[in-house]
């Protein structure tokens, strides 16, 4: 049996399907940004100028910060 995938990465399956990217080319805009961004300020630009919807756009962040040690 296989456990359900949990928390920001259970977003990642509809994000590919809705967005016709995989989940890389988001987070690698995610991880260019960390550092000179806020957490906020991320989610708008991929709001902004990619059209995510707000629940993906966090998600991908949050992914992305958890990854990268840093809180939310």
């Known amino acids: 049996m296989t456990d359900k995938v949990k928390g920001p990465a259970s977003y990642f399956p509809s ?7 995989p989940v890389e080319h988001w987070l690698a805009m995610v991880r ?7 957490h906020m300020e991320i989610v708008a630009f ?3 100028t ?3 919807g ?3 756009a966090n998600a991908l962040v949050a ?3 958890a990854a990268a040690g840093k809180s939310t």
């Open 54 to 56: 707000h629940g993906h």
């Open 63 to 65: 992914h992305e910060k």
């Open 46 to 48: 991929l709001k902004d």
């Open 32 to 38: 260019e940004r960390l550092g000179s961004m806020a």
């Open 15 to 21: 994000i590919e399907k809705k967005y016709g990217q």
């Open 50 to 52: 990619h059209g995510l």
